[in-house]
């Protein structure tokens, strides 16, 4: 299974590492005093010198990202429960969800710096659930309710309840759209908290670390940081990924071509 | 044009049906322009252990009785009475098994899985579950595929599961809208033949909607053939063929049977 998993990754490895020694190559010839964009190498060399300081800065936006996932997926799926199963939440909750997703979220960022405190977490935290939780919200919703009415009209015959039916039918007809949505919201996520600390929140974040070392023309600094935000990413995408795996084993064998 | 051929269903109620329903009718979009008159002033009595088909051109309202009798829609008019009590009533005392054209299996669960889900919901305990699916698995002739996913089965496998699970809690209605219709004629023929069997095994009475002639005339012991706009029963037809066997398809009476229900169809389609 590894190796199968090493298989299928090798072109995007591939094809990364060929980028990475064009971009090497190019910026060689046109930039080498890499002031306006620095060398992979240079990044790495920047990345491995600020190592413990970017390590405790990734640790902190890490922080926030988990815990605005965790809550922006708490809220999304509740909201979703709720939508999907009372008509009077459908008709008072979805419009609800729409107008709050029609809001700038980063927008606020300032505004929450300014309730919670400047140098306070929370406000990020804020951002992410925010940010997180709508296209949770409107995939998990999705999943729960197109459920076939033959589905429905057998569990009707069986004198389900309706709980039954959300617990039996629903929830597992949500699972793959839920995991989608999980990917979407897993890169929103790092995105929202590096972004909200542009404007705010703890001083040893990787958003304060991009900040600083731009505003500083440090930028190979910032190029590193990105990096570590990137990485970040990336990681959270396959946990999730992991996390579907488990949670829906009646998919892995699908044989499918394309 | 009833009358044709019609049977005893205008007679008193027997004690022994299981279902009887009376001056029936269903519209749907009432008052509405797309209102359709699906059924009207529909009378029958199915004997309980009995097989019986619906048969007729397409839109004549086979599954809108079946639907009625089955409890997944309201009559407009007149009553369905399941085994003495209201269809509702039986839908909650689960009475029905059903199966449709196409399976409704639920693709996260195993085929095992699938044939416990109505006994996990009745309460049963989790050996009693297995056991029954076991027995079911036998039954649909697939025991060595408990484990596999729906996916993973080809057509007619999917249906004998379906029908697994439709008889798993063994109730005492089966309700069958064109279970073979996706299938291809072998895969079919094979298929009536475990029906059946599966049907003797367990003395259900059987309501099956079908379009084909010979399915019909193969399986029942009665016949009910519709009319559409407003769907009324054209005849009622007593299936005389005795025990079947490989040579029945075959047969003289099998023919005779087949072309007396095909001539009130096409009587039916000419008389408009
Ligand atoms: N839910 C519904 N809403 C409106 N009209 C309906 C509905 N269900 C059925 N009808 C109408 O009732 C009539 C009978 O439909 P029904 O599905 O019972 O026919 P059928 O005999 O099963 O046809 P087929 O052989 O094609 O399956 C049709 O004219 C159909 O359009
Ligand atoms: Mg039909």
Redesign the interface.
């Known amino acids: 299974m590894i190796a199968k998993a090493l298989r299928s990754a090798a072109p995007a490895v591939l094809l990364g590492a060929g980028g990475l020694v064009l971009w090497e190559l190019i910026l060689l010839v046109v930039n080498p005093d890499g002031f306006v964009l620095p060398r992979p190498t240079e990044i790495l060399g920047s990345l491995i010198e600020n190592f413990t300081e970017i390590l405790a800065a990734a640790g902190t936006t890490g922080f926030i990202v988990i815990t605005g996932l965790v809550g922006g997926i708490a809220l999304g799926v509740v909201w979703a429960l709720l939508v999907s199963q009372f008509r009077i939440a459908d008709e008072m909750l979805t419009p609800l969800a729409v107008a709050l997703n029609a809001i700038p979220i980063i927008a606020l960022a300032p505004i929450f710096n300014a309730w919670y405190g400047l140098l306070s977490p929370t406000s990020n935290q804020a951002i992410v659930v925010l940010l997180v939780f709508f296209p949770v919200f409107v995939n998990t919703s999705k999943g729960l309710t197109s459920v ?1 009415a ?2 429905l ?8 309840s309706k709980w ?1 039916i959300t617990k ?2 629903r929830i ?2 949500a ?1 793959p759209l839920f995991f989608t949505s999980l990917k979407i919201a897993s890169s929103l996520a790092v995105i929202g908290a590096i972004v909200a600390e542009y404007f705010g929140g703890r001083q040893d974040s990787l958003g304060q670390f991009i900040v600083q070392n731009a505003a500083s023309s440090r930028y190979t600094e910032a190029w590193a940081a990105v990096v570590a935000a990137s990485t970040m990413g990336i990681l959270l995408y396959f946990v999730s990924g992991g996390f579907e795996r488990v949670a ?1 084993p ?1 998919r892995r064998d ?1 044989d499918v071509v394309g | 044009m009833t009358g044709h051929i019609q049977g005893s269903a205008a007679g008193g109620v027997a004690a022994s049906a299981a279902v009887e329903i009376s001056d029936l009718s269903k519209v749907f979009n009432h008052g509405k322009p797309n209102e359709v008159h699906a059924l009207d002033g529909i009378g029958l009595s199915i004997e309980t252990g009995s097989f019986v088909s619906l048969i007729g051109p397409s839109g004549c309202g086979k599954s809108t009785l079946l639907r009625l009798i089955g409890a997944l829609t309201a009559p407009t008019d007149g009553t369905v009475l399941v085994n003495g009590k209201s269809a509702d009533q039986a839908r909650l005392d689960r009475d029905y098994g059903m199966a449709f054209q196409t399976s409704g299996l639920f693709g996260w669960r195993t085929v095992t899985q699938n044939i416990e889900l109505p006994l996990q919901l009745m309460g049963w305990n989790k050996l009693d579950r297995k056991n029954r699916a076991a027995e079911m698995l036998e039954l649909i002739k697939l025991p060595e595929f408990g484990d596999h996913y729906p996916h993973e089965l080809s057509g007619g496998m999917q249906q004998r599961v379906a029908i697994g699970r439709a008889l798993s809690f063994q109730p005492s209605l089966l309700l069958m809208d064109e279970p073979f219709g996706a299938l291809d004629e072998m895969t079919r023929e094979h298929m009536q033949t475990e029906v059946l069997d599966i049907w003797k095994k367990t003395g259900k009475t059987v309501v099956f909607v079908t379009h084909s002639i010979p399915e019909a005339v193969f399986l029942s012991n009665r016949v009910i053939v519709m009319s559409p706009r407003p769907g009324r029963i054209a005849a009622d037809i007593e299936i005389d063929l005795g025990a079947r066997t490989f040579d029945t398809r075959e047969s003289q009476r099998f023919f005779e049977l087949i072309t007396q229900v095909r001539e009130v169809l096409r009587f039916d389609e000419d008389s408009r």
């Open positions: 076939g033959i589905e009209e057998l569990m009707h015959s069986y004198a389900a039954e039996t039918v597992p007809n699972m829906t009646w699908v």
